[in-house]
Antibody, heavy 121, light 106 residues
Framework: QITLKESGPTLVKPTQTLTLTCTFSGFSLSTSGVGVGWIRQPPGKALEWLALIYWDDDKRYSPSLKSRLTITKDTSKNQVVLTMTNMDPVDTATYYC?????????????WGQGTLVTVSS | EIVLTQSPATLSLSPGERATLSCRASQSVSSYLAWYQQKPGQAPRLLIYDASNRATGIPARFSGSGSGTDFTLTISSLEPEDFAVYYCQQRSNWFTFGPGTKVDIK
């Protein structure tokens, strides 16, 4: 079955760079149509899409955060890494990675448990 | 950027009642819309994709309809486990989520 798990620091200081890793199993990121995305959710607030990387290494970013985000994949390790620069307290949120279900279910059909990142000095 | 608006913000209903949730897009998203359910402390769960297709394992009491800018998620008869927050999401132009509708127990 498909599983995803986020890992990374739980606390970062303002202006620092956040690096999160999504380690997954049950699918290959070299399969046509498949993607892995990152979505975040501030405490008590709505979901916000951040970035998505496709099987062919095509990358998409939220327009409002594009300058701060980088998404990469390591197919051999079954990992996707998201970096976000210049962190601010407003970036405090639970960060999720999710599987984009290919051509037939092109939405986020499997999600990790999420990891809470707090930005504070 | 396509903005999604959900209404109502909160829906107070009793088990067994019918729930009707609305999602409106600021411009047409064709049928490229999904619905997710999220319970406290849990990740979202995909319910409906491409406006009307139930995801794997989703009970038949959940149904989606609409196209263009107006979409509806209907829960035909609320079960105790259906009280949660529901989000819509579009994939027509980048990806955006709506602000959510909370379905709580009356």
């Amino acid at each position: 079955q498909i599983t995803l798990k986020e890992s990374g620091p739980t606390l970062v200081k303002p202006t620092q760079t956040l690096t999160l890793t999504c380690t997954f199993s049950g699918f290959s990121l070299s399969t046509s149509g498949v993607g892995v995305g990152w979505i975040r959710q501030p405490p008590g607030k709505a979901l916000e899409w951040l970035a998505l990387i496709y099987w062919d290494d095509d990358k998409r970013y939220s327009p409002s955060l594009k300058s701060r985000l980088t998404i990469t994949k390591d197919t051999s390790k079954n990992q996707v890494v998201l970096t976000m620069t210049n962190m601010d307290p407003v970036d405090t949120a639970t960060y999720y990675c999710a599987h984009r279900g290919g051509w037939y279910v092109p939405f986020f059909d499997y999600w990790g448990q999420g990891t809470l990142v707090t930005v504070s000095s | 950027e396509i903005v999604l608006t959900q209404s109502p913000a909160t829906l107070s209903l009793s088990p067994g009642e019918r729930a009707t949730l609305s999602c409106r897009a600021s411009q047409s998203v064709s049928s490229y819309l999904a619905w997710y359910q999220q319970k406290p402390g849990q990740a979202p769960r995909l319910l409906i994709y491409d406006a009307s297709n139930r995801a794997t394992g989703i009970p038949a009491r959940f149904s989606g309809s609409g196209s263009g800018t107006d979409f509806t998620l209907t829960i035909s008869s609320l079960e105790p486990e259906d009280f949660a927050v529901y989000y819509c999401q579009q994939r027509s132009n980048w990806f955006t989520f709506g602000p959510g509708t909370k379905v709580d127990i009356k």
